[in-house]
């Protein structure tokens, strides 16, 4: 009544299993807006759950078969974060992996720089650099920090070995 429409149409979906469902989220989620990056590895991570949980399916009732044997027979055989790349068109396991990266180390870029990546300004691969070069640099000053405190501590047990010398010395002459 709102709309003032008259028919709605509506594809009624019967939903086989997780992966079914998942993918019918996403093509409904995607077909309303295009997704983020952030988003996508939302969804890229619940897939790679159902296929890890598959591709241990396929280990269980392999009958000793190698892996090349494997992916003759199926379709769906290969690595877990190939197969999720592929699906839902991130590209190589490599920018999976990355952006993964990204997503869980979204604190380590400018919020403008994770807002340009998550929606496509900035690469992907320059996104996962800037990360690394701040964890690398923060990783250097730990680093140094560390070495300062073991130099004092250094530095104080020479002053404590002094000290008791000079006690010991103090004493002597007392005596």
Same mark, same amino acid.
């Given at each position: 009544? =709102?709309?003032?429409?008259?028919?709605?149409?509506?594809?009624?979906? %019967?939903? &086989?299993?997780?992966?079914? %469902?998942?993918?019918?989220?996403?093509?409904?989620?995607?077909? #309303?807006?295009?997704?983020?990056?952030?988003?996508? =590895?939302?969804?890229?991570?619940?897939?790679? @759950?159902?296929?890890?949980?598959?591709?241990?399916?396929?280990?269980?009732?392999?009958?000793? /078969?190698?892996?090349? %044997?494997?992916?003759?027979?199926?379709?769906?055989?290969?690595?877990? *974060?190939?197969?999720?790349?592929? @699906?839902?068109?991130?590209?190589?396991? *490599?920018?999976?992996?990355?952006?993964?990266?990204?997503?869980?180390?979204?604190?380590?870029?400018?919020?403008?720089?994770?807002?340009?990546?998550?929606? /496509? @300004?900035?690469?992907?691969?320059?996104?996962? %650099? @800037?990360?690394?070069?701040?964890?690398?640099?923060?990783?250097?000053? #730990? *680093? &140094?920090?560390?070495?300062?405190?073991?130099?004092?501590?250094?530095?104080?047990?020479?002053?404590?070995?002094?000290?008791? #010398?000079?006690? &010991?010395?103090?004493?002597?002459? &007392?005596?």
């Amino acid at each position: 009544d =709102i709309l003032g429409w008259k028919q709605i149409e509506v594809n009624v979906m %019967q939903v &086989q299993d997780a992966e079914h %469902q998942l993918m019918l989220e996403i093509d409904e989620n995607e077909t #309303h807006k295009s997704f983020s990056k952030a988003e996508r =590895i939302d969804y890229a991570r619940r897939l790679e @759950r159902i296929e890890a949980a598959k591709a241990k399916e396929r280990q269980a009732t392999s009958t000793g /078969g190698s892996y090349p %044997q494997l992916r003759q027979n199926s379709d769906e055989a290969g690595r877990t *974060d190939e197969v999720v790349a592929e @699906r839902l068109g991130i590209g190589s396991r *490599d920018t999976y992996r990355k952006e993964k990266y990204i997503a869980d180390n979204r604190d380590q870029l400018a919020p403008e720089d994770f807002a340009d990546w998550d929606e /496509g @300004r900035l690469s992907t691969n320059k996104a996962y %650099q @800037r990360i690394k070069s701040q964890l690398a640099a923060a990783q250097k000053e #730990h *680093d &140094q920090y560390i070495r300062d405190i073991s130099d004092r501590d250094v530095q104080i047990g020479e002053q404590a070995n002094e000290l008791v #010398h000079l006690r &010991q010395k103090n004493q002597e002459l &007392q005596s």
